[in-house]
Structure formats: C-alpha cells, structure tokens
C-alpha cells in the first residue's frame, strides 16, 4: 500500500516555464488536497478536491491550477513559473464519510525552486 | 479571518526536559484539532487529534494534548523529551463541515532536543 505518492521530488524551473505536479493515492480516498510550505508559513492551502470532477480553490490558488478527472489522481498545474512559487509541494489525501473524521496522509513532498 | 496561532517558533530543551508548545485559535463553536509533525527528512504525519469527548488526548510517543474551550487552546505537552522528538510541530483545526473538510495550519513550532 503505497499511500500518497508525488512526483517529482525536486525540480528546478525557468521563470516562465510551466509544469506539473503528480499527486496519486491508492486509499481510495474522496478528499485530496494541495498545500504548499514555506519557512515560518506553515502550510498553506492552494486547492482542494472532495470528490472526481470536483475541485475549489483554498487560501493561495493564484498561479496554479488542478483537476480530478478520476479518484486516485489530483495533479497540481504551475502554468507560468515565478520565484514566488519557489516551496515545497506537499499532496494530501483523506476519506471523510461523516464530518469530523478528517485526518490526512501526506505525500513525501516535492520540492521546487524558480529561478 | 479563522486563524491558526503557534507562538513558539523556535523551541530548544535538553534531553528529559518537559515539554509545552502552545497553540491557540480563533475558531467558534465546535473544532476538529490536530497535532502534525515532520521529522527531519520526512513527511507530514499525524501526531493526535481531538474531534470529542476527553479534552486531554494521548498521542503517539508520549504526546498528549488538552483541549480547553474557554482558552481556543490546544496545547502540545511531554513530560520527558527525547533528542528524537527533534522535529516541526503542526497545530491543525477544523470546522466539521460535511464537504468543506480543509484544515488550517499553523505556522509550525521547530523543537531542537540537545542531547
């Protein structure tokens, strides 16, 4: 059971360039989240999903973009890189059938730098 | 704005120290709390949670937690610490809202244990 799986680990970018971040959970689990970590910031939440074909946009979603077309996937789009995105990615899943129950598991993080 | 507050950004003990990491929030009426920690290298994982009942949860490790309504606090406690306790500590809420489960994060508590 590999749980939250992220890729890739590190990736360095251009200013401009875009690309994606891969976020897949085999838990079977209906909520999955984005969130970004930045020294003395904490977490901050860019976009979450409660469902497939279900996204919405949390505390920081400027600049990104995601999508859920199925269950398992909820991959994290940076469309036009700036410095300002330079963090370490972290995706989250976690199966909340009744309210209250949410606990979440973390991927391993991906860790990108804009130059 | 619904906040998450941990004073302590930096905190420094000797092995066998007590241990007390504050986190305060401004949430009304009834709140999911967690405690998160990430070990240096590694990824987000959950520490405890308190979603009712007992105000004083135990944790994993020797943790436990009290939740004290009339402060907004959830404060992080451990009698004795150990140099493997050394990580960054994440104090979590929620509102339990059936499809809106984001949690709020503070902004983290580095604990060093000097051996």
């Known amino acids: 059971n590999a749980g939250v799986t992220q890729t890739p680990k590190f990736r360095i970018l251009k200013i401009g360039q875009s690309m994606t971040l891969q976020c897949t959970q085999d838990m079977n689990h209906n909520y999955m989240y984005w969130y970004r970590q930045d020294p003395g910031m904490g977490l901050k939440l860019i976009y979450y999903?409660?469902?497939?074909?279900?996204?919405d946009k949390g505390e920081v979603p400027n600049g990104y973009n995601v999508s859920r077309s199925t269950t398992e996937d909820f991959p994290l789009r940076l469309e036009l890189a700036a410095p300002s995105q330079t963090s370490v990615y972290f995706c989250?899943?976690?199966?909340?059938?009744?309210?209250?129950?949410?606990?979440?598991?973390f991927g391993a993080g991906s860790r990108l730098t804009v130059l | 704005a619904q906040s998450v507050s941990q004073h302590n950004h930096h905190v420094i003990l000797s092995e066998a120290a007590s241990l007390e990491l504050g986190c305060n929030y401004s949430?009304?009426?009834?709140?999911?709390l967690f405690w998160y920690v990430q070990y240096p290298g590694q990824h987000l994982q959950l520490l405890l949670k308190?979603?009712?009942?007992?105000?004083l949860v135990k944790g994993i490790k020797g943790f436990e937690a009290e939740f004290i309504k009339s402060k907004f606090s959830f404060n992080l406690r451990k009698p004795s610490v150990q140099w493997s306790d050394t990580a960054e500590y994440f104090c979590a809420v929620n509102k339990p809202n059936f499809g809106n489960e984001k949690l709020t994060f503070g902004t983290g508590t580095r604990l060093t244990i000097i051996p």
């Open positions: 999903s409660v469902g497939a074909g279900i996204t």
């Open positions: 949430y009304g009426g009834t709140v999911n």
């Open positions: 308190y979603f009712s009942g007992d105000p």
């Open positions: 989250a899943s976690s199966y909340s059938g009744v309210s209250g129950a949410n606990v979440l598991t």
